[in-house]
């Protein structure tokens, strides 16, 4: 299964959908992003700030779709222009004040790199650039782009991290307005250290991406191999089942054609049935519809010559009014069906569902691995859930190897031990099964959940990839139905947050959790691929950027803090460094997301919610530049990501485990 679906070359068909590719786009400015955010695109967490004010995303669009961007000013960054740095002249700028927000280098397995961030009193007018030195009398120089969102000036950074010979120590900020500014470099993410692992410590349990059978499975073993240490829950809320109504496309979109949808799913009888439309062979016929069997036969009307005279709207119209038909009708879409129906031979239905038939068609439960020793409500309660987005195959897998570590080194390892102890830890490895397994069998690139919500206009088979609701927009705090941007009303939207809060079961079995069991104190939501690690607020209005109520300094501090010492287990692993600019609120480090469970976690229980965004850059050393992973890289670089999110979220547990000394 490729990461990157490619286009083919042959035509598509009326049943066909069009295909999709996961594409860089650029847009010129911050403002061409917040248009692209409001459009409901579907959108990766990859973002990134490029130094001549543009900005490049990560998207998963077709052709048409990338076509509907480019009036909002997208295009495929092969396409963008390239202005070299030396062709930029420096702005003239009045004499400005100068802020070093941050200023850290970090060594990674890839060599030394630097971040900084920095205000000034000209805002986007100012032009920045960083000078360091470092160890060694090793010395550089890097300019800084603005960030500017929803039209607000939150400062400069570089677009990403940049190399260094050595250890930088100091830097000096200087603006064409004159402006200055000197700091010390500290290391980054400066966390607590991770607990030295004991002898004969155990990891490294995942094999292979999984699909969502293979996951229950995995935690139902556990389950049965420690069965003092874990209860497994099935959740209250089956999924609608990863099923679909049979369909066919009779005649010639978009006039003459008929788009016929059986009452059952396919699986249920529905892709048994067939459609034909004949020619009675006589004048003056008129219009009729029969049953025999599992075959509907349209007798199309002639007039007194005897030819045939039935439009597409009437051939519906006559499906629909006929009693005890197994299916009913519409016309191609907006088009009014006026064109002249041709008699076809029969047709059969189908849901163009391409998995085994050993996977369930049925409504999915959905289920959740609780560990510790003491599994009473006493101890401090972690919540992980993984997958809400279908197409992000690595991350149940960062679950499924963090419950293995905790299991299997209960009785060899103390620091184990004392985390199943002193916490309560929920694992939920797939939050959106049905999607997973479309992502796994049809469309590597579903995002969404298989829950079709379009009228009959958006609904003829060749528009199934664009079925279905964000899970990860559907939640009830900061939602699109509040007035908060990032999610999406239009039902075909990457990220269309549903026709009401909490209308998925998928939302409402995450949030079931938090509701029951009131000891979960923090939760990890793990999503792919970028590099993130955020929290709350998610989300903003978009008329003067009004944010969800930011947490207090004292909490945002322990937001950061907790942060620092994760990050510090994810390196630990094999030297991958979560940026310091992609580590922060939502709305800060990335774009404003409507309806995302963290925020309902956070505003609504008084749970930290995090997020990971698996899937960091990796540096290309011959080309100097960083480079995406993915949303299913080659296993080997999937097993990675697996193995220090894995390492990263027991961390969490371990802040849990300190949590009630606080």
């Keep these: 299964m490729a990461a990157q679906p490619s286009t083919p070359a042959v035509a598509a068909g009326p049943t066909d959908p069009e295909p999709a590719s996961l594409v860089t786009?650029?847009?010129?400015?911050?403002a061409a992003m917040e248009r692209l955010v409001a459009s409901g695109a579907d959108?990766?967490?990859?973002?990134?700030?490029?130094?001549?004010?543009?900005?490049?995303?990560?998207a998963v669009v077709t052709e048409s779709q990338l076509?509907?961007?480019?009036p909002l000013g997208a295009t495929l960054a092969s396409e963008a222009p390239q202005s070299p740095p030396q062709a930029r002249a420096k702005a003239a700028a009045p004499q400005d004040q100068i802020v070093i927000e941050r200023a850290v280098w970090y060594e990674s397995r890839d060599g030394y790199f630097l971040s900084v961030e920095a205000s000034s009193s000209a805002a986007q007018a100012a032009d920045l650039t960083v000078s360091w030195r470092g160890k060694k009398g090793t010395t550089g120089q890097a300019e800084m782009v603005a960030y500017i969102d929803a039209g607000q000036y939150l400062g400069h950074q570089f677009s990403t991290?940049?190399?260094?010979?050595?250890?930088?120590?100091?830097?000096?900020?200087?603006?064409?307005g004159g402006g200055k500014a000197e700091a010390k470099v500290r290391e980054w993410p400066d966390g607590d250290k991770p607990d030295r692992a004991s002898r004969g410590y155990q990891k490294d349990f995942i094999t292979q991406y999984m699909t969502p059978a293979q996951l229950n499975e995995r935690v139902k073993a556990l389950h049965r191999r420690y069965p003092k240490l874990t209860d497994l829950i099935t959740l209250p809320y089956k999924t609608n089942g990863y099923r679909r109504h049979a369909?066919?496309?009779?005649?010639?979109?978009?006039a003459a054609a008929v788009v016929v949808t059986s009452n059952a799913y396919g699986s249920e009888g529905g892709n048994d049935l067939s459609v034909e439309l004949v020619d009675p062979g006589a004048p003056g016929r008129p219009l009729q519809v029969s049953l025999d069997g599992k075959l509907v036969t349209v007798s199309l009307a002639t007039d007194a010559s005897g030819a045939l005279v039935s439009t597409a709207a009437q051939v519906a119209a006559a499906i629909n009014a006929a009693s005890g038909t197994p299916v009913k009708a519409s016309v191609y879409r907006t088009d009014p069906g006026a064109g002249v129906m041709a008699p076809a031979p029969a047709?059969?239905?189908?849901?163009?569902?391409?998995?085994?038939?050993?996977?369930?068609?049925?409504?999915?439960?959905?289920?959740?691995?609780r560990i510790g020793v003491h599994r009473d409500g006493s101890r401090t309660g972690v919540l992980a859930y993984a997958q809400e987005h279908a197409r992000e195959w690595v991350t149940p897998l960062v679950t499924i190897e963090a419950a293995e570590r905790l299991l299997r080194n209960y009785a060899g390892d103390k620091a184990t031990r004392r985390l199943l102890e002193r916490t309560d830890v929920f694992i939920v490895p797939v939050v959106n099964p049905d999607g997973a397994n479309y992502s796994f069998y049809d469309f590597n690139s579903q995002r969404k959940n298989m829950t079709n919500h379009c009228p009959p206009q958006q609904s003829d088979p060749a528009l199934r990839n664009q079925w279905g609701v964000d899970v990860n927009r559907n939640y009830a705090a900061g939602s699109v139905h509040d007035g908060y941007v990032g999610g999406s009303a239009n039902c075909q939207s990457g990220s269309y947050a549903g026709p009401a809060e909490h209308s998925e079961p998928e939302s409402r079995n995450v949030m079931w959790l938090a509701d029951t069991y009131r000891n979960i104190k923090f939760a990890m939501n793990v999503h792919s691929y970028g590099g993130y690690f955020m929290w709350p607020p998610g989300a903003y209005k978009a008329e003067g950027r009004v944010t969800l109520p930011r947490p207090t300094p004292q909490e945002e501090e322990f937001f950061l803090d907790s942060a620092r010492t994760i990050e510090e287990a994810i390196v630990a692993e094999r030297g991958t460094v979560i940026w310091p600019q992609y580590t922060g609120p939502v709305t800060d480090v990335l774009y404003s997301a409507a309806g995302n469970s963290a925020d309902e976690l956070w505003y609504d229980y008084g749970i930290y919610g995090w997020d990971f965004e698996v899937g960091a850059d990796l540096w290309n050393s011959e080309t100097s530049r960083w480079e995406p992973v993915g949303f299913q890289p080659p296993f080997s670089e999937g097993h990675?990501?697996?193995?220090?999110?894995?390492?990263?979220?027991?961390?969490l547990i371990g802040i849990a485990a300190d949590y009630r000394d606080r």
């Design 67 to 70: 076509e509907a961007l480019r």
């Design 347 to 369: 047709t059969q239905l189908d849901d163009f569902l391409n998995a085994p038939a050993d996977v369930s068609r049925e409504p999915a439960e959905v289920l959740a691995l």
């Design 640 to 651: 990675q990501e697996a193995m220090e999110f894995a390492a990263g979220l027991i961390s």
């Design 43 to 58: 959108l990766t967490e990859r973002v990134r700030p490029q130094a001549d004010g543009s900005v490049q995303i990560d």
């Design 247 to 254: 369909q066919a496309v009779l005649g010639t979109p978009p």
């Design 161 to 176: 991290p940049v190399p260094a010979e050595n250890q930088p120590q100091s830097i000096t900020v200087t603006s064409a």
């Design 25 to 30: 786009l650029s847009v010129p400015d911050q």
